[in-house]
């Protein structure tokens, strides 16, 4: 069965470095999202993409974040500058229209 | 007010017992409403998918939405051990737009 891959599992990173997250679709998916889960707390919607631009993104999508399809089949999330408070799990969702796949999600630890 | 609410938990039950997962939703423009289970440390795994009101059954797994109450439910029958996950439910307004989670309950069946 098609899956949502990730990469890497696990990113640890120093306050103000520039991270990327990296994420294959499954194959036939037309929309791509990107959510994170601070520890302890509610899976949080971050920005969603679709025919190659962003389609609706949160408040905590500021200009610190960006996303892009850079190849044609790989998503991803690219963090600068990155904050203490940016420690999270990050999961992409892959969708065909309404159902959203989640992928294993990347770790990412800022010290 | 949360526009998504669900009781942490934890929950416990003895394995074979039916157990009654609950959301409750303010936003009365949600039309999308998906149960995922979650295990730790790894990401959503889509369980049920419903459109507006009304009962979906799979398996063991029957999702109840009733939007006259704003109240989403979701039914295991025959609890395995293997069914021990925080059960996430979630909703979105249009197809393919952004889920909203609930905070997640966290349930195990005891053997």
């Known amino acids: 069965e098609p899956e949502v891959t990730q990469t890497p599992s696990h990113q640890v990173t120093q306050m103000g470095q520039e991270v990327i997250l990296r994420c294959v679709p499954i194959?036939?998916?037309?929309?791509f999202y990107w959510y994170r889960q601070i520890l302890g707390q509610k899976v949080e919607f971050l920005v969603s993409f679709y025919n190659n631009e962003i389609s609706e993104k949160s408040e905590i999508f500021d200009d610190q974040f960006s996303v892009e399809r850079p190849d044609g089949s790989n998503f991803t999330l690219k963090i600068r500058s990155t904050k203490l408070e940016d420690s999270a799990m990050y999961f992409c969702?892959?969708?065909?229209?309404?159902?959203?796949?989640f992928g294993p999600g990347t770790r990412l630890t800022v010290l | 007010q949360k526009e998504v609410e669900q009781d942490p938990g934890p929950l416990s039950v003895p394995e074979g017992a039916i157990v009654s997962l609950n959301c409750t939703y303010s936003?009365?423009?949600?039309?999308?409403f998906m149960w995922y289970r979650q295990y730790s440390r790894k990401g959503p795994e889509l369980l049920m998918y419903t459109y507006s009101s009304g009962n979906k059954e799979d398996g063991r797994f029957t999702a109840q939405v009733d939007k006259s109450s704003k109240y989403i439910s979701l039914f295991i029958r025959d609890s395995q051990p293997s069914d021990s996950a925080t059960y996430l439910c979630a909703s979105s307004i249009q197809g393919a737009q952004k889920l909203v989670f609930g905070q997640g309950t966290r349930l195990t069946i005891n053997p």
């Open positions: 969702a892959t969708a065909p229209y309404n159902e959203q796949f």
């Open positions: 194959s036939n998916h037309l929309y």
């Open positions: 936003n009365s423009a949600f039309q999308y």
